[in-house]
């Protein structure tokens, strides 16, 4: 349910909107009954705005964090949500009660501009989290209309609040629950309608999450400061694969070795259409675009008009043969290469896969017996062929040390110096 961001959004937001009524109850609420004018109530708002907003900004802030379990993402998007609910809260009140104070009857509308600019902080407070210009813009517009809404319903839910339990602080409090969660639910909404593509996970750890793609490049891995962040799929590397925005929509690249299936075809570099399905390393994901899918329709046939009387048979120009389709190219069957000993699991690349202890290999293994430039498989004609490189302590193949090129095939047993490596489909 929390991979859900609209949920997470609204409780989120509620959650801080609680936080901050627990915080300006005690210090804010008693210093009401001594004010005695407009000046005096000005640096009460602010405080009050900034209150809730440190409360709320965190709060949104932080959850992305806690639900990937990164204690880097959580720290990173609090201090950001606090700080711009601080700055949004203290001028949000202020001009809200600035507008307010000439339109006495008009309470509500003064309390929508006031927590419009409020939500709208807080909104691109979650823009510079993501490192996005672009979600900068759509959250802040999100946060603003959230605000509004949920500063509109302020006055009003206090009053009733007020009318059914007699209590004040209790009116605060629910006001500000709802405040939060309206803030919350519509930076997700907006977010998501303007985004020009998305990924969303459909199987494994994180199904039901939705990442916006609104960036020239993102990036995708495990690693927690990264744009797309998998966490719990052990075939899913720290730098997996890189997203570029190319025309009008995004192309996919793997990193060198990192296995990307699209479609049910193994890639290395593809553009990316409509509901394509990608599967990284166990996680399926659908990538979904906005605008730019043109669908292509066939021409109309043009009826031929009848010949008149007397005269010849108009002129039809020959319609055009149309080609049959081109067949794909087929791809190879994909091969692993799994550790006995550390349980890793390497993907062999179309083309040419090397391997060894350097680190500019395909397939890096990091032990004294296996040569820097150890060994490399190469796809030729439909197999798999594993071929030395010169190594010192040799590589075998189901026990018998090699000395030219040797096929592989899944079920097989492959030793470079003391590791076993297994060849599974």
Not at 292 to 311: C, H, K, T, Y
Not at 338 to 363: C, E, F, M, V, W
Request: glycine letters at 14%; one cysteine or more; proline letters at 7%.
């Amino acid at each position: 349910m929390l991979n859900d961001q609209r949920i997470r959004g609204a409780l989120a937001g509620g959650l801080g909107g609680a936080v901050s009524w627990l915080v300006i109850e005690p210090l804010v609420a008693p210093r009401l009954q001594y004010i005695t004018s407009v000046s005096e109530l000005y640096p009460i708002d602010a405080l009050f705005g900034a209150l809730a907003g440190i409360c709320i900004g965190a709060a949104l802030g932080i959850a992305e964090g806690i639900i990937v379990r990164s204690v880097y993402r959580a720290r990173r998007g609090g201090f950001i949500g606090a700080g711009a609910g601080i700055i949004g809260g203290a001028i949000g009140l202020v001009i809200g009660e600035m507008v307010y104070q000439p339109l006495k009857l008009l309470c509500f509308v003064g309390r929508s501009i006031g927590w419009a600019v409020f939500g709208g902080f807080l909104g691109a407070a979650e823009g510079i989290t993501r490192r996005s210009w672009k979600g900068l813009r759509s959250a802040a517009l999100g946060g603003t209309i959230g605000g509004a809404i949920g500063g509109f319903m302020f006055d009003l839910v206090a009053l009733f609040t007020v009318l059914l339990f007699r209590s004040d602080a209790l009116s605060r409090g629910v006001a500000l629950i709802i405040l939060g969660a309206c803030i919350g639910l519509w930076i997700v909404l907006i977010e998501r309608v303007l985004a020009p593509a998305t990924l969303k996970v459909v199987s494994g750890r994180f199904e039901g999450r939705e990442f916006l793609l609104d960036k020239p490049r993102l990036t995708l891995g495990s690693n927690e400061r990264g744009d797309i962040v998998i966490f719990g799929d052990p075939l899913i590397r720290r730098h997996h694969a890189t997203l570029y925005h190319e025309g009008r929509g995004y192309v996919i690249e793997a990193e060198a070795g990192a296995p990307i299936m699209v479609n049910k075809q193994p890639v290395t570099r593809q553009a990316l259409g409509s509901e394509d399905e990608l599967i990284i390393g166990q996680t399926r994901l659908i990538y979904r675009q906005k605008s730019g899918a043109v669908s292509v329709r066939p021409p109309a046939i043009q009826p031929v008009p009848s010949p008149r009387p007397g005269l010849p048979p108009p002129a039809v120009s020959p319609r055009p043969v149309q080609q049959p389709p081109v067949a794909p190219v087929p791809w190879p069957a994909v091969l692993w290469l799994i550790d006995q000993s550390t349980g890793g699991r390497y993907a062999l690349r179309p083309g040419i896969t090397t391997i060894g202890r350097g680190g500019d290999n395909d397939i890096v293994l990091d032990a004294p017996s296996v040569s820097a430039h150890h060994a490399e498989i190469r796809y030729e004609n439909g197999r798999y062929i594993l071929h030395d490189r010169g190594s010192t302590n040799g590589t075998f193949v189901n026990g018998r040390r090699i000395s030219g090129p040797n096929m592989i095939k899944a079920g097989w047993r492959v030793r470079l110096g003391e590791v076993e490596l297994v060849v599974a489909s």
